[in-house]
DNA sequence: TTGTACGCGTTATCAA
DNA sequence: TTGATAACGCGTACAA
């Protein structure tokens, strides 16, 4: 016991921190009026003098309420998990930023687990981030990816993941609404509308009069990337003579470069100027940069020869040169309206799911193709609108 | 009380969790056995066969110590706080990172705190940071702008600030070691060669040949921006008919871009070809993008008619095209000695100060000046080797 | 070798 | 309007 005074931090002066004892004593209450005043829950139960009275002795004391003691006592600790594939990116870093400005003006903290599996199961939080914790924002990940965060069954919320049954959008047939998922209701949802997105992209393209696209996909089995897919494909379905290729990568820029360049050399890898792409439809900003890259490598010019789309909207896309015609995504409203659900959630409120916008933001890096789409092109070839 | 065991989360089953007595009741032994065997302290107070029985008992109830307790009677949270001046930003993505993982070697947790005022003065980060904290890394900041967070007195180390009086380099005199802060031992710092890194790309330069240089310079008043523009000059300074300038600017590409232009436009904003610096020195790999796009914009060539270096070596760097000549920062390095330093600290051991090396990446962006030093040049104007 | 008892600082309930 | 008092779950002297 009698070490304990000790322990206290590295200064000379260790005063030891005072307690709500203290503060009780130095203005002559007890300890439950200190903790109805600073709780803020005194009005109508304490006389607005003692009240003032509290406060100045907390005041003057320096007083700071054990965050330990007061998680103890209450169950809760006022500190949310977010849970991100990977924190070296700026979308999250701004996800983070927004679920913690919100967080902070509700008295709540935010910790950081960057999943080390990426977006696949995540090992359990609970080992490495020692702090305990009231919920769990989860981004991007696989729906069934948190089986090990579920464990204490903690209020969870998905960002930028699996939708809940029905939005309101167009797509999603309505289904019923605890249909999905089989032992436990289905999770408060923050969507980014990036199926939306992509059309806006491929709508965009079509318009300058692209007809062959190639859409460069990033190599990874979560949602948003399926959906980009899939909406890729429905607009340029119902384009007469379009013809959609893929070509898969994993999120770097050196895949992306080797992937553009498989598919700017043609089908046959013979390189002949009238099969290649006239787009590279990217998935993200970073893998964009990587298609210009082959582009430079095979003497094409970016947006002369081969337009080029990205995706995310990073400082990146107008780094590049041309800028990047790119998809800008509000990170920070995904993390901010991400920790709204999860404080609603606590509320024991229903938390309706969100969808954000996302805006195309078209810049110099796409423009018509080199062959405008009325003039007479050479071998007219004829393959099905629809590829597989 | 009897409404507590209705809190817990959102699940059905709502079991509650076990604390250390309800392993005991499982185990058959008593709460005290529990805590000593799971705490890992029992090799000699506790028989081998009692410990496995608590180990399956606890293992067969899931349980979790609370923390909340454990750090109300330990006062310790086994959590540390990383205050950064922007999360944004590769580079402290990349220290969290470095941290995080020591950290969770040693049980511990990081949480984020991103002074939301920049480097300059941290507005107490008790007030959002909710978590209690056992100590504070703070990178990149003022070594006074800590004096809300110093409040508690907490175990602090700073990373890539002031340094601590001598490091065993070259340039600090070495001075009687508490000199430096007047009312508090000088935290421990882990520090990175930046000097030396400028000081590398400054050699890098003149050796290509040239000698007209401008430095376009981090308008933050940081001790690393310090360092690195004085480290430039002592390069140029000593090479006979060398021209240095500097020109700030903020830290962002939109800034940088205007600055690299009045650069390159000249003293006059003529734009005379050869009064003009043939190398642009950067504070950051952004800045340098910047100044890419200044070039552009004259119908200048990089690297052909003006060289441009970064710093950082962000992935910026080598998407930018050219790629760009950069300097290597060990940012999971430094995170992870922070971290040890801090851990350090904890023990009472002194934690020396460590300086990282950093290394120079020479890429496309830099080749000889248009005009060899060989050569006549036209009006060979006479300035002073050291501008102001 | 094991169990008992106490206190960490807070909040919440109840009686005054 | 206020003050005792009892937990919250854990770690650890101390007694058995």
Redesign the pocket.
């Known amino acids: ?1 009698s ?2 005074g000790t322990r206290a931090g590295g200064g000379t002066a260790g005063a ?9 004593r130095a203005a ?9 005043v ?2 803020g ?2 009005p ?4 607005a ?3 003032e009275s509290v406060r100045a002795a907390a005041g003057e004391l320096g ?8 998680s ?4 809760r600790t006022r500190t949310a998990l977010l849970v991100v594939p990977a924190l070296t990116h700026e979308y999250f870093a701004r996800v983070y930023a927004g679920a913690a400005a919100v967080a902070a003006e509700h008295g709540f903290g935010v910790v950081l687990y960057p999943s080390p599996a990426g977006v696949g199961p995540a090992r359990d939080p609970f080992g490495s981030a020692q702090t305990a914790i009231d919920g769990v924002i989860a981004s991007s990940m696989a729906a069934d990816a948190l089986g090990g965060i579920g464990g204490g069954g903690l209020p969870l919320v998905m960002l930028d993941s699996e939708p809940a049954p029905a939005v309101g959008g167009a797509s999603a047939p309505a289904a019923a609404p605890d249909r999905a998922a089989p032992d436990r209701a289905a999770p408060p949802t923050v969507n980014l509308a990036v199926a939306d997105g992509m059309r806006q992209v491929a709508r965009h393209l079509v318009a300058l009069g692209h007809r062959r696209i190639t859409h460069l996909a990033a190599d990874v089995d979560s949602w948003t990337f399926r959906v980009r897919a899939r909406a890729v494909r429905e607009v340029l379905d119902a384009v007469p003579g379009a013809r959609l290729a893929e070509e898969r990568c994993a999120l770097d820029m050196g895949a992306a470069r080797e992937a553009a360049l498989r598919a700017l050399r043609g089908p046959g890898g013979a390189g002949g100027a009238d099969g290649r792409p006239t787009a590279l439809l990217c998935d993200g900003d970073l893998l964009a940069a990587g298609a210009y890259k082959a582009a430079r490598a095979l003497g094409l010019r970016v947006p002369e020869d081969v337009s080029v789309s990205g995706f995310d909207d990073l400082v990146l896309a107008s780094a590049l040169e041309p800028e990047l015609t790119s998809v800008r995504l509000p990170a920070e409203e995904v993390g901010a309206h991400g920790m709204r659900a999860l404080l609603a959630l606590f509320e024991g409120a229903p938390a309706a799911p969100v969808e954000l916008p996302v805006r195309l933001v078209p810049r110099g890096s796409t423009a018509r193709p080199p062959r405008p789409p009325g003039c007479p092109v050479p071998p007219s070839r004829d393959l099905p609108p629809a590829p597989g």
Chains 1, 2 share one sequence.
């Open positions: 016991m070490g304990d030891a921190r005072p307690t709500s004892r203290d503060v009780a002559g209450v007890s300890q439950a009026t200190v903790s109805l600073l709780g829950k005194w109508g139960r304490v006389s003098a003692t009240a007083y700071r309420p054990n965050l330990a003691a007061r103890l006592r209450t169950g």
